[in-house]
């Protein structure tokens, strides 16, 4: 099913008609029937509203859609060290849970051998990644060309709309430059292979350069600060992989020995808290 097919049926199902829909959002019926015709996607201020209306949420609203294509993710960074430690985790890490986020574990990767090395070790296939090392081609690609440390909320379901797009899309942090671009397959005419859309992300995200070890000092002191002031990781792609089932319980304690933030994984196996949906662990867990 897609997208537009789930508005109408959830808005049949609510008792809603076009006309009282649009209503509600303050937009015109027409915009309601292009949803529902697949023509185009409600913009992202209006899901929350939306989701409200058809007793929903807006993660199942965006999920629906992405179902219907395959998306791989792909790194094309060289000149920094993935294994370097960013506080507690190593870079990489910081980087590969946007794409764990986003159920999108098949990652092309372009790098040295010595990243490709790190990117050997048994915990990421453990974790469920699949790493090729060559561009991705003839693939919708969620891509990234510069190690950025990016934090803030909402930045699923961002991920999940420029998916469903259909378009190229460049996601722009206020006043920085573009962190992730997302490229459609059959998006690729020799006319529009360099023209993206810019998406803003909003005010409070925090978007901090990882190149030199100048700048890991400052997002390192940042995660550090966040971490020990709520007790919440960012970056825990063990804890991410868990609560959405890559890994089971046993698997996570295993991990939880082998790295500092232990006592935190511990404690969320022992337990078995509850499942968080992508933008809850985004917002509250991770980034």
Known sequence: MTTGKLIQELRIKSGHTQKTLAEALHITGKAIS????DICLPDMALLPKLAL??????????????EQEEWVGEIDISG????????????INY???????VDLTDIYVVTDEHNKEFLSRPLYST????????????????RIEHPWFLFGSDLTQQFQASMLSQKKIKLVPENQEPVFFFSP????????????????????????????????????TFVKAYERNSGLLIGGIEEVA???????????????????YGNVLRKIAVCKSQYLSAEGLHRCVTQ
């Open 34 to 37: 292009k949803w529902e015709r």
């Open 53 to 66: 209306l058809l007793d929903t949420d807006v993660e199942i609203l965006l999920h629906q859609g992405m």
């Open 80 to 91: 920094c060290d993935f294994s370097q430690i960013v506080y507690d985790k190593p870079l």
């Open 95 to 101: 980087l590969l849970i946007h794409y764990l986020l």
């Open 127 to 142: 974790l469920g990644f699949n790493f090729r090392f060559s561009p991705a081609e003839d693939h919708n690609v969620m």
């Open 185 to 220: 397959k059959n998006n690729e005419s020799k006319y529009c292979k360099y023209k993206y859309a810019t998406r803003t992300l909003g005010r409070g995200m925090v978007c901090l350069d990882m190149s030199d070890q100048e700048k890991i000092l400052d997002v390192a």
């Open 242 to 260: 868990y609560r959405k089932g890559y890994i089971t319980q046993e698997q996570l304690m295993e991990m939880s020995r082998d790295v500092p």
